[in-house]
């Protein structure tokens, strides 16, 4: 196995990713093979999971708690709400990678008149969140079964335009590399308003950690990391136009507060994990971008 197969596999994912329990007390209540990933649900005390095995590693994409399920669970999803403190009230939002539509549910109770597409590349994974998740649909929230690029140039020749895009998709052993290139970036750029920002969940810890910080910087310019220094859990923020200032950050912090609450998330401590590239890159100046001619799978001979 390469090295960076190995180290993906090994990380120790303390909330985006938990260990496939093999505890007899976890109950299996779905299961099933789809196109893409075996995928499975199970309940074990007060949590439901859904869990995808890919090439033997077995893990939790989405959970809940069964007992009050609009709170969260993982420590990413949570980081993925400091999207809320670069912009004002976004009336159309795209997601890009389903689970169990946490992310999707939980932005329609914060903005119930906003507009939210949710992209998923697995009919199955659509069925099961809306069988076992309650991932809910209404004339303001669609889904659409595609691959998360093919939707974004399709959406581009439609001209559509959306006020903030999220990057959630994981296949079991990382995110789909045509996910992560330059090219792919500045579609998905294109796709923003003026003041429109992008959240993408990745990892801090990674052989990928600086190709993909490269990468974004090279499209958006300087953004926002947003870690849990606890695990390896990083969310990228970036903006079409210009970021916004610690000062305003944390005024929308204190601004949303009692809103997250409900939903276990605490936007103030979220704003003190924020660091920006302007002042901290922690990659080296030369790193070799990642493009469609190079990939991830390219790393692999380097």
């Known amino acids: 196995m390469s090295k960076i197969s190995i180290s993906i596999l090994t990380l120790t994912f303390s909330s985006l990713l938990l260990s496939f329990s093999t505890s007899l007390s976890a109950e299996i209540i779905h299961q099933e093979r789809s196109l893409y990933r075996n995928i499975l649900v199970d309940d074990k005390g007060d949590s439901r999971c859904l869990k995808f095995n890919v090439k033997s590693s077995k893990s939790n994409q989405s959970c809940l708690y069964k007992s ?17 403190l670069l912009i004002e009230e976004p009336k159309n939002i ?5 689970g169990g539509g946490t992310m999707s549910n939980t932005l329609h109770q914060i903005y119930p008149q906003s507009v939210i597409t949710n992209v998923e590349i697995d009919p199955a994974v659509v069925k099961v969140a809306r069988q076992y998740f309650g991932f809910f649909e209404n004339q303001n929230i669609t889904s659409v079964i595609q691959d998360g690029r093919i939707f974004i140039k399709r959406a581009i020749i439609k001209k559509q335009k959306y006020d903030w895009i999220i990057l959630d998709a994981f296949n079991g052993d990382y995110i789909p590399e045509h996910l992560l290139t330059q090219e792919f970036l500045q579609e998905t750029k294109s796709l ?31 953004f926002y990391n947003v870690r849990n220094y606890k695990n390896s859990n990083r969310i990228i923020l970036a903006a079409k136009g210009k970021l916004p200032s610690f000062t305003l950050i944390n005024q929308r912090a204190s601004a949303l507060q009692e809103r997250l609450t409900p939903f ?3 936007l103030i401590q979220v704003s003190k994990q924020m660091t920006s590239t302007s002042t901290v890159q922690d990659w080296p100046e030369n790193t070799k971008l990642l493009t469609d001619q190079f990939s991830p799978a390219n790393l692999l001979n380097n």
């Open 264 to 266: 276990g998330v605490d």
């Open 192 to 222: 923003l308003n003026k003041d429109g920002i992008l959240s993408a969940n990745t990892f801090s810890i990674s052989d990928l950690y600086a190709h993909e910080s490269a990468t974004y910087k090279s499209v958006f310019g300087d």
């Open 68 to 84: 009050n399920p609009q709170r969260l669970v993982f420590n990413y999803t949570k980081l993925l709400f400091s999207g809320l």
């Open 94 to 98: 795209l997601i890009i990678g389903l």
